[in-house]
């Protein structure tokens, strides 16, 4: 058994700020676990699947993603899940808030459920679970106030493979061309 996520990831240039943000978390505030995955807005949580069925998993995403269109993502300022987590917002389209639940009703036919059924707030993390909670108020008094902006295209879902120590990109899955 492996485990798995599937996300979103920005293009590389909103990937290499965000990826600067995390170290710029781990130098000032000792919080580097984010850093054990790419720059990313979670679709699917992490999830058990059998090593010999993996190719099962990645033919359905891809059967999955070639019916969907790219969507439009928004990221804006800086927001927190108190006491441990800052992230990058998201804003909440219809788009992405429905590529997310379509994604989850799919997958849930191969037997994969998120059994603490969260609600889905998407975001991209920059610190995390190793942010104590005092770094964190000094972090947020720095950080809520912040600005930051993207508008990107994504036009592709990924599979992240856990390999012991981080997440890597396993495989991506583009979404149909629009003509």
Known sequence: MSRFFVALLPPQPIQDCANEIKQYFADRYASSEAQKSPPHITLQPPFEWADSNVSLLEDSLN????????????????????PRVIYIDVVQSPELMDLQADLIAYVEKLGIIDTQNRSFTPHLTVAFRDLTKQNFKIAWREF????????????????????????NVKTEFSFMCKS
């Open 63 to 82: 059967k999955f993603a070639s019916s969907r269109e790219s969507i439009s993502v928004t990221l804006h300022n800086f927001a927190a899940f108190v």
């Open 144 to 167: 809520v106030a912040r600005q930051l902006h993207f508008e990107f295209k994504c036009d592709r879902l990924t599979l992240l493979l856990h390999d012991g120590k981080r997440w």
